[in-house]
């Protein structure tokens, strides 16, 4: 249980002294969390940078990936079919005839009120034969028509079932390929698999009252229709893709007419990669140079003073910056970047043109789009040199201020100890004191007593004398 030790004899406010003694002894503490504070805020700023980086970079090699900038867009005549075309287009056109959608088998059985069961009076076996001639076998576990939907379902034989209502209490067994097109076609039989070999199996949409809904097939498009040229492709979906290379087409009805399919140059696309490219430089510039900036202020006496931003005099920020800079405004090709609509400001941060990259491209798509991939690299491999968390500049600036903050804490948990073991200290030397002096006051107290008996003393014993 603590004691406290105040004025117990000095009559001295010792707490308080103790503790303006230990603020200054606490101050070589409080710079180094000073400088803790400020090494994170540098920390802080550089990670910012570094993401900023970092996107940039994903930016620009996305623009350079090989084939990059060859965007195209397809468009038709007839709101039934829609185009698209990959990086491997060209411009052009050509006209499609579809004359037939593609459809999945679907197929039913005659009205039934439960599964038939075989000579040993168990539950009839069921074979699904798909297209490839693989046969499935299927042992319902009762004559009820969910338990055979259910084993059918189960079995993955490349058709699913499930129960329709057909009236007076029946039920119908819907089956329907798990595969589009021709390649889904399949036969539905009551029987073993061996009963199908043998011939023995009974058709399950042969029935009088059974049919095939839909037969399996596939969708068809005729190319150069009606010339000698004319050929036939077709699709297990409504999709024919590489109608011609990188494009593809989609139906929803067959067509009466040839439609014209037509791949264009996908400007606004390319422009939109250029631009975004541009905004992402701008805002790492922006903000390299709005933490490096140098604000001045005025005192309320009229004394001005300077504070430099985060980044001020930070070379290897300047660096990066730099680089990416040059990165931009290198001559491509022999020319400027300015000629793509890619222009420097004063100020270090870039402008684009959407107007002059579009009236490049037309003059000449495949050297802007080479010129916008040529730039993209660049920028790609300054971000990288800059970012790369193994060898990248930021990175090591931030490990490095990193170790710094570290090394500080345990310098400032040492301080800790210290200015502990300090106050103990100090506490000690007050309380010895209070107890010396105490002590003091107590032999004061006692000589004055002593004092004062021997003056009583000889009083009386002059009082006796006179009266002798």
């Not at 503790?19 to 990670?47: F, R, W």
Request: aromatic share 4%; proline share 3%.
């Amino acid at each position: 249980m603590g004691t406290s030790i105040d004025g117990l004899a000095s009559g001295l406010n010792t707490t308080s002294i103790i503790d303006s003694l230990m603020a200054v002894e606490a101050l070589p503490q409080q710079q180094l969390q000073s400088k803790v504070a400020t090494d994170q805020s540098m920390i802080n700023a550089l990670g910012s940078l570094n993401t900023r980086l970092t996107v940039l970079g994903s930016l620009a090699s996305a623009a350079s990936a090989p084939g990059a900038t060859n965007l195209y867009t397809a468009t038709t005549n007839n709101p039934a079919f829609t185009a698209t075309a990959s990086t491997t287009a060209t411009t052009g056109s050509i006209d499609v005839t579809v004359t037939q959608l593609s459809s999945t088998k679907v197929g039913v059985t005659q009205a039934l009120t439960a599964w038939p069961t075989d000579a040993s009076g168990n539950p009839a076996h069921l074979t699904l034969v798909d297209k490839t001639g693989k046969a499935t076998e299927i042992t319902p576990a009762s004559t009820s028509l969910d338990d055979v939907v259910n084993a059918v379902n189960a079995a993955g034989g490349g058709a699913t079932a499930v129960k329709v209502p057909a009236g007076n209490g029946t039920y119908r067994l819907q089956f329907t390929s798990t595969t589009g097109g021709a390649a889904g076609d399949f036969q539905a039989y009551q029987g073993t698999a061996a009963d199908v070999t043998a011939g023995t199996a009974t058709d399950l949409f042969a029935a009088p009252t059974a049919a095939v809904v839909k037969p399996a097939a596939d969708a068809q498009a005729v190319l150069y229709a009606g010339t000698a040229a004319q050929q036939t492709i077709t699709s297990s979906s409504n999709t024919f893709s590489d109608v011609v290379p990188g494009v593809s087409v989609t139906a929803t009805a067959v067509s009466s007419s040839p439609v014209t399919v037509t791949v264009a140059s996908d400007t606004a696309g390319i422009s939109k990669k250029a631009s975004d490219l541009v905004s992402s430089v701008n805002d790492l510039l922006g903000y390299i140079a709005s933490s490096s900036a140098v604000t001045t202020t005025t005192s309320s006496t009229g004394v001005a003073s300077a504070q430099g931003g985060i980044f001020t005099g930070n070379s290897s920020v300047r660096a990066a910056g730099d680089a990416v800079t040059e990165a931009v405004v290198a001559p491509v090709n022999g020319k400027s970047p300015s000629e793509y609509g890619i222009i420097i400001q004063q100020d270090g941060t870039f402008t684009f043109d959407s107007t002059k990259f579009a009236s490049a491209l037309a003059a000449d798509p495949a050297g802007t789009q080479s010129a916008l991939s040529q730039i993209a690299t660049r920028i790609a491999t300054a971000t990288t040199n800059a970012s790369d968390p193994v060898i990248g500049s930021i990175p090591q600036l931030i490990k490095g201020q990193q170790s710094e903050v570290s090394d500080l804490n345990n310098q400032i948990s040492d301080w800790d100890t210290r200015l502990a073991d300090r106050r103990t200290a100090l506490k000690a030397v007050y309380t010895n004191m209070e107890v010396l002096l105490g002590g003091l006051k107590s032999q004061a107290s006692w000589l004055t007593g002593q004092l004062s008996s021997l003056s009583s003393s000889s009083s009386s014993s002059s009082s006796s004398s006179s009266g002798n």
